[in-house]
């Protein structure tokens, strides 16, 4: 499978990683189109059940970039390494690669590790093939709300 028929999602931290992105299409640098970016005040604000819907509605792999230790929020960063050590459990549980999702450190200028994560997601995703979807099931659902429900 090509890379433009993977679904890479990109969490980027407002304060750094989101910059770094944007550092990257200023800088004309070329990446894979198949890339998505939400920019997010901090990782570690989204449950694990936040990556599991996005592995169901289509999403192949996820990079999780975050300033790491230099966040402004206390706690975050070990707060986010918790959660995602839960959700590798989670997706070993349902003989999902944990691959999959993928914590980086991008700083604001760090345009070379940007590209690289993600030529690397495309690889692997490349290497491992698409997601069963089915096989992806969701303990703790989100609310209705948050499914794209009516409001």
Same mark, same amino acid.
């Not at 931290?13 to 189109?33: E, I, K, L, M, R």
């Not at 901090?42 to 289509?58: E, N, R, T, V």
């Given at each position: 499978?090509?890379?433009?028929? &993977?679904?890479?999602?990109?969490?980027?931290?407002?304060?750094? $990683?989101?910059?770094?992105?944007?550092?990257?299409?200023?800088? &004309?640098? &070329?990446?894979?189109?198949?890339?998505?970016?939400?920019?997010?005040?901090?990782?570690?604000?989204?449950?694990?059940?936040?990556?599991?819907? $996005?592995?169901?509605?289509?999403?192949?792999?996820?990079?999780?970039?975050?300033?790491?230790?230099?966040?402004?929020?206390?706690?975050?960063?070990?707060?986010?390494?918790?959660?995602?050590?839960?959700?590798?459990?989670?997706?070993?549980?349902?003989?999902?690669?944990?691959?999959?999702?993928?914590? $980086?450190? !991008?700083?604001?200028?760090?345009?070379?590790?940007?590209?690289?994560?993600?030529?690397?997601?495309?690889?692997?995703?490349?290497? !491992?093939?698409?997601?069963?979807?089915?096989?992806?099931?969701?303990?703790?659902?989100?609310?209705? $709300?948050?499914?794209?429900?009516?409001?």
């Amino acid at each position: 499978m090509n890379a433009s028929k &993977h679904k890479i999602l990109i969490l980027a931290s407002s304060d750094s $990683a989101y910059v770094g992105a944007d550092t990257v299409g200023q800088g &004309h640098n &070329h990446y894979a189109a198949n890339t998505y970016i939400i920019r997010v005040v901090s990782p570690a604000m989204l449950p694990i059940d936040f990556y599991l819907h $996005a592995f169901q509605k289509g999403i192949d792999g996820i990079i999780v970039m975050s300033s790491g230790e230099e966040t402004p929020f206390e706690g975050a960063q070990h707060q986010l390494t918790r959660q995602l050590d839960e959700l590798t459990a989670v997706l070993k549980e349902q003989g999902i690669d944990f691959r999959r999702v993928k914590l $980086a450190a !991008i700083c604001t200028v760090c345009t070379a590790s940007f590209l690289r994560e993600v030529r690397a997601m495309n690889e692997l995703l490349d290497e !491992i093939g698409p997601i069963d979807r089915q096989a992806v099931v969701r303990p703790n659902p989100l609310p209705i $709300a948050m499914e794209g429900g009516s409001r």
